[in-house]
């Protein structure tokens, strides 16, 4: 451990590098973000049995709608619900994966204005540590 003092801008360039560094991993373990509108992010859809079913879910895994093909339902409940479950969990599945995209976003424009803060915050930082080590020097000569 070395006596060297600790200054503000050390201190603050040490937290924006450290922020950085966690912000690349996040966005490292995302997806890559996909071209859409922001009600899109919000909405998936699901098809199973050849797309005669089809469910619509809503962020928070809301189902919204659900179409069978009529001519479905001639093979039993028991393999239309299971064409059901099918439609509902693909549904579910992309919307996970546009919420993931979405949060990626996210991530990258916090980074990009992150990248964007830390040179001149440091700098000010700098200045104003020389500022108060001025103003210790004077204090210590007018003793």
């Given at each position: ?12 360039d040490d937290l924006l590098t450290s922020t950085q560094q966690m912000?690349a991993m996040l966005r490292s373990q995302a997806v890559e973000p ?15 049995a050849d797309g005669r079913v089809t469910a619509t879910v809503v ?85």
């Amino acid at each position: 451990m070395t006596n060297e003092p600790i200054t503000p801008a050390a201190t603050l360039d040490d937290l924006l590098t450290s922020t950085q560094q966690m912000l690349a991993m996040l966005r490292s373990q995302a997806v890559e973000p996909a071209d859409g509108d922001a009600v899109a992010l919000l909405r998936a859809e699901g098809t199973a049995a050849d797309g005669r079913v089809t469910a619509t879910v809503v962020q928070g895994g809301r189902l919204a709608s659900l179409t069978v093909d009529p001519e479905l339902l001639r093979q039993g409940s028991e393999a239309v619900c299971d064409h059901v479950v099918g439609a509902v969990n693909a549904a579910l599945a992309e919307l996970d994966e546009r919420v993931s995209e979405s949060a990626r976003a996210d991530v990258d424009a916090l980074a990009a204005r992150l990248g964007g803060v830390r040179e001149p915050s440091a700098r000010r930082m700098a200045m104003f540590s020389q500022a108060m080590d001025d103003v210790a020097a004077r204090l210590h000569r007018d003793r």
